[in-house]
């Protein structure tokens, strides 16, 4: 009896509630609604500039607190309730096709730096070609739809495996060094691909190839439908399937995150030496990531191909590896949630903002080059990592 | 293939190969003061040939019509605006950066470099389209047996070799090039001697930028033509050639610059398949080099930066 009142009383803190997120989901998927929905260039800028400016006011109110809180506890939950936000700005742009392909669009963008994601923040490997192996995958959707009859949810994964392969013969020299070097390797392969694609005939050259749409079982992926009697855009078709894939790969990305092998690769990353004297295998780790990583880039590019209906080296630039770089920094290395988010920013904002359109790349690279020098671990830092979901860190 | 051929196409090797090892020089430079690469060095090579251009633009149209005057005023010019730029880039953006993660560096300067080459595309009146450079060198040519030997390509080459020996020289013998060695070799125990850290770092990349402007300038003249682009490759073509020669070393430099160029002119000419396949093969290589040897070939003595 007495014994038991000596002992402190070990403090079991409420979990987070549940509302906050909630509410910022709904909140964020209102603003996106309205954002994408506006034509007007003035409305536009009115509406992106009152979009920093809550953000910025709910940041020094402590608004965000709460909500990031209720995002690290119930996660799940939230994840759920993203999802059906997603549904829900599809459902009310069903038969806009423009939106709806900047939508897909968002989402294997955030597909292929999620996997960017696995080289880059989890197990430190450099990779400055992941617009490489995203037209790898691409490409590969567009030989295999116009020569072959290959079903098509194979040839995504086709795309995928060809990516990873053709990413492992850069596995020598990523292995054998560090740094700045292995960031050599990678720009020397984007280049080269670049050249290679342009130069070679059999894939169009720098005119680029066409891409026949998906169809899976004899729908046809390309023709619109209706439901009842609502006429819907056929991007919703790829919407569907890149939400699918996106949900794949985020659980995919979080697991691994949480699992040893995530634990593994921040060990590798934060210091080699310490871990290789932990026994381990620093290679083999760095194979896993690299390889898993450029798996999932190019499996988001060969849908991308099928989306786009088109296939050109120019799409698949060094300066467009670099936005993904762009992205994964801007949203906070390591953290997923940061991906989405910064994806949405960086491939939203000049579609609707058409002025600065032409001034994209310059844009981002300022953004990044001071994100860099004021807040080095981007908008959302990766936060410590949970041992138990749902518990305290 | 004839003599003729053969020493023309060695010509070009050379020619290509004195840009890169500009290029790689101070690729090496930068390494060696502050063990960073500054990848935005190849753009400002871009920037020094359009500061030059602008120059030309500039002269002419008050009136000065003297090659000679013209082609010193668009060397002076762009070479000092470089200087100055490298300088402003090295105290804002790369020394800030110090403690953090070499990675934060490397993007930094990518990012750098990308803001220039788009900078140069967007505001440099219709700079996305490549750019007449004017020729201010004397373009007669000698003829020796079937060989044709421009002078302006002669004369750059040697431009360049002096450049480089000059570069030698400063470090090998000057208190400044102690210096600058000093602080490659150790920061801190050179500050203890009473070396301005800040100051030397500013001064290589100032030395090291100027080299770029030279390179740019050099480029202009030999192709007769710029484009906003032509940095991105040349950088990476001089990173490399940094790093085939082994980073830190002038001499590393100037082979990897050398071989680069060999390499590409064997494949444009010596391989069975298209010559559009040049840059492919030379990046393979580069590639294949760096599995094999993954310090360069010149290795560093204390190798612990890779």
């Known amino acids: 009896m007495s014994g038991s009142e000596r002992m402190p009383e070990v403090k079991q803190e409420p979990q987070a509630p549940l509302l906050p997120g909630v509410v910022a989901v709904a909140l964020s998927t209102a603003y996106l609604i309205a954002l994408l929905a506006v034509e007007k260039q003035p409305l536009v800028i009115g509406l992106l500039a009152f979009g920093i400016v809550a953000v910025l006011a709910a940041h020094y109110m402590d608004w965000l607190d709460p909500v990031s809180r209720s995002f ?14 997603a549904c829900v700005v599809a459902a009310f742009f069903h038969d806009n096709h423009f939106v709806l392909l900047l939508f897909v669009t968002v989402l294997l963008y955030a597909v292929a730096t999620l996997g960017l994601n696995i080289e880059f923040g989890y197990a430190g490997v450099l990779n400055f070609a992941g617009a490489s192996f995203f ?8 030989v295999l739809n116009t020569y072959t009859a290959v079903p098509h949810l194979l040839v995504l994964l086709i795309g995928g495996t060809l990516a990873a392969l053709i990413g492992s013969l850069l596995l020598l020299p990523v292995l054998r060094t560090r740094g700045h ?37 004899g729908w046809s992926f390309n023709d619109n439908f209706e439901i009842g009697k609502i006429e819907m855009s056929f991007y919703l078709n790829y919407f569907v399937i890149s939400m699918l894939l996106l949900c794949g790969t985020f659980v995919l990305v979080r697991r691994l995150e949480r699992s040893w092998i995530g634990l ?34 190019g499996l988001a590019g060969a849908l991308f191909g099928m989306v786009g209906g088109f296939v050109a080296p120019n799409n698949y630039t060094f300066a467009d590896s670099l936005i993904m770089v762009s992205i994964l920094l801007l949203g906070g290395i390591g953290n997923p949630w940061g991906v989405v988010v910064a994806t949405f920013i960086v491939v939203v904002l000049p579609e609707k903002l058409q002025t600065i359109q032409e001034y994209r790349f310059l844009l981002y690279a300022l953004i990044v080059i001071v994100v860099l020098l004021f807040r080095p671990e981007g908008l959302l830092p990766r936060p410590v990592r949970r041992y138990f979901p749902g518990g305290r860190a | 293939m004839d003599v003729g051929l053969l020493s023309q196409y060695i010509m070009n090797g050379l020619m290509l190969g004195m840009m890169y090892t500009l290029v790689a020089v101070g690729f090496t430079l930068f390494f060696g003061v502050l063990d960073i690469i500054k990848f935005s060095h190849g753009d400002v090579l871009t920037v020094g040939a359009f500061t030059g251009l602008a120059t030309y633009i500039g002269l002419r149209s008050v009136g000065v019509s003297s090659t000679p005057l013209l082609l010193l005023a668009v060397l002076v010019v762009a070479i000092l605006a470089m200087a100055a730029l490298g300088m402003l880039i090295a105290r804002y953006l790369v020394l800030p950066l110090r403690s953090a993660p070499a990675l934060n560096t490397l993007l930094i300067t990518l990012m750098l470099g990308t803001v220039l080459r788009e900078m140069v595309r967007l505001f440099y009146p219709q700079g996305a389209n490549p750019k007449p450079f004017p020729a201010l060198l004397p373009t007669d040519s000698i003829n020796l047996g079937q060989f044709n030997l421009r002078l302006d390509n002669a004369i750059m080459l040697a431009t360049g ?27 801190e125990t050179a500050r203890t001697m009473g070396i301005n850290f800040t100051a030397i770092v500013l001064i290589t990349f100032a030395i090291g930028s100027a080299l770029a402007a030279i390179g740019g300038v050099m480029n202009g003249l030999y192709y007769n033509e710029i484009n906003f682009g032509m940095g991105l490759l040349l950088g990476v073509i001089g990173f490399s050639a940094a790093i085939i020669g082994g980073l830190g070393s002038i001499y590393g430099a100037i082979l990897g610059g050398f071989l680069f160029a060999a390499l590409q002119t064997i494949g444009a ?19 294949a080099l760096m599995a094999w040897r993954p310090t360069g070939l010149i290795q560093e003595k204390i190798s612990e930066r890779v």
Do not use: H
């Not at chain 1, 690290?72 to 936000?85: D, F, H, K, Q, V």
């Not at chain 1, 037209?135 to 567009?142: K, N, Q, R």
């Open chain 1, 72 to 85: 690290a506890e119930r996660e799940g939950m939230l994840s759920a309730y993203a999802i059906l936000a």
């Open chain 2, 161 to 187: 070799v002096a450049i480089i020996v000059g570069l030698r020289l400063l470090l090998n013998r000057t208190k400044l090039g102690l210096a600058i060695r000093a602080v490659a070799q150790d920061e």
């Open chain 1, 181 to 217: 070097y292995a960031a050599l390797v990678t720009i020397a392969f984007a280049l080269l691909l670049k050249t290679f694609l342009e130069v070679n005939d059999v894939l169009g050259g720098p005119q680029g190839m066409q891409v026949k749409g998906m169809s899976i079982l």
């Open chain 2, 269 to 287: 000419v010596a391989l069975p398949f298209a010559s559009a396949y040049k840059d492919v093969f030379a990046f393979t290589v580069v590639i």
């Open chain 1, 264 to 297: 593994n690769l921040d060990a590798i990353r934060l210091d080699e030496t310490a871990a290789s004297c932990f026994g381990l295998d620093i290679a083999r780790w760095k194979i896993t990531a690299f390889v898993l990583g450029n798996f999932v880039i």
């Open chain 1, 135 to 142: 037209g790898i995958g691409a490409y590969t959707s567009a």
